[in-house]
């Protein structure tokens, strides 16, 4: 679903501000759902460390890209690392190992197959059950794409990573806003924070975002691309947490970008979508480029005709990043 206007800025309509009044009381009862859960669960605890990437607001903040950083860091340094996720978007319920060759993008959802490009990857909404499978099939690491808010599962290390320039919203609790839970009660739980910038210009705004007295560490990070732009003009399209992020990344980057095109995330692309798309590229003169997330879930036989600009996250200090995970690594160990 496309978020409301709502959660991220003052009602602009008598409507939207009737709908956030309506919807606050279930904010409540949501936080206290969720609290209650987590009081509940006693977490289990598996032989391979666990490292939760996770976040507090519903949509896209760079999750994945943080989850594949880790993995690459790991495995690079010897360590066998397997993700797990639930599987959003797809039809697997697992738990399942993704084979990239076998599964669809309609089976596996687009993040996880993203993740079964660097590592071997689980699907499992039962996380302590797909942990377990990846701890059998040789992994000392188990790295969480989400997860935060599930308390089935012991963590050795849980990173936050926050979006800098949407931040909280408008700081309120699903359905009134974006949060999946108070922002004081998340923060409480976490090891350290990424926060996510456009570019390595703009310095987070960490007082404004609550966390410039926090005792946890704090990273800063960016998604940079991999690769350089196609020549020519551009027809942007995206169908992910903030379309307009991935438009102003090619505009930064020095794109000649004549029109865009928004979907929900996790949009499941029809052949007619891309067609249309493609029929309104070639009006334009242009080229149509989606993200790397979106460009799993076109059809196979059109993703030849859609470019792609792939992204990787970039540690403004790398070195605090990755001794995160050796500390998780260290601490797995002793609990051996």
């Known amino acids: 679903m496309k978020p409301p206007a709502f959660w991220t800025q003052k009602p602009k309509s008598p409507l939207g501000a009737i709908a956030k009044a309506a919807l606050t009381p279930l904010s409540g009862l949501y936080a206290w759902a969720g609290a209650r859960r987590i009081a509940a669960t006693e977490p289990e605890t598996v032989d391979p460390a666990v490292i939760c990437i996770g976040n507090l607001t519903l949509g896209g903040t760079g999750k994945t890209p943080i989850a594949i950083a880790a993995l690459d860091w790991l495995n690079d340094n010897g360590i066998s690392a397997h993700a797990v996720t639930r599987g959003y978007g797809g039809s697997l319920r697992g738990p399942v190992r993704i084979r990239l060759a076998k599964h669809t993008v309609r089976e596996t959802g687009d993040e996880p ?154 949009h499941p692309y029809s052949k007619s979508e891309i067609t249309e798309l493609l029929e309104l590229a070639s009006a334009h003169g242009a080229s149509l480029i989606t993200t790397e997330k979106d460009w799993v879930r076109i059809n196979a036989d059109q993703q030849g005709d859609v470019a792609v600009w792939p992204v990787r996250a970039r540690f403004s200090e790398p070195v605090r990043f990755t001794d995160l995970l050796q500390d998780a690594m260290d601490a797995a160990s002793q609990r051996r």
């Open 113 to 266: 197959r993203l993740l079964a490009r660097t590592a071997s990857t689980w699907i499992s909404p039962d996380r302590v059950f797909g942990a377990r499978q990846a701890a059998a099939s040789g992994a000392k690491a188990v790295v969480l794409d989400d997860g935060f808010q599930n308390p089935s599962l012991a963590k050795d290390l849980s990173i936050l990573v926050i979006d800098g320039e949407a931040g909280w919203g408008n700081g309120l609790v699903f359905p009134a806003g974006p949060l999946r839970e108070p922002v004081s009660r998340g923060l409480a739980r976490a090891d350290a924070i990424i926060v996510m910038t456009g570019s390595s210009d703009v310095q987070p705004d960490l007082e404004c975002l609550g966390l410039s007295d926090l005792e946890i560490p704090v990273l800063t990070a960016l998604l940079e691309p991999t690769g350089a732009l196609p020549e020519g003009p551009l027809l942007a399209f995206a169908g992910i947490g903030r379309p307009q992020k991935f438009f102003d990344s090619l505009v930064q980057a020095g794109a000649q970008l004549v029109d865009t095109r928004s979907f929900a995330d996790h």
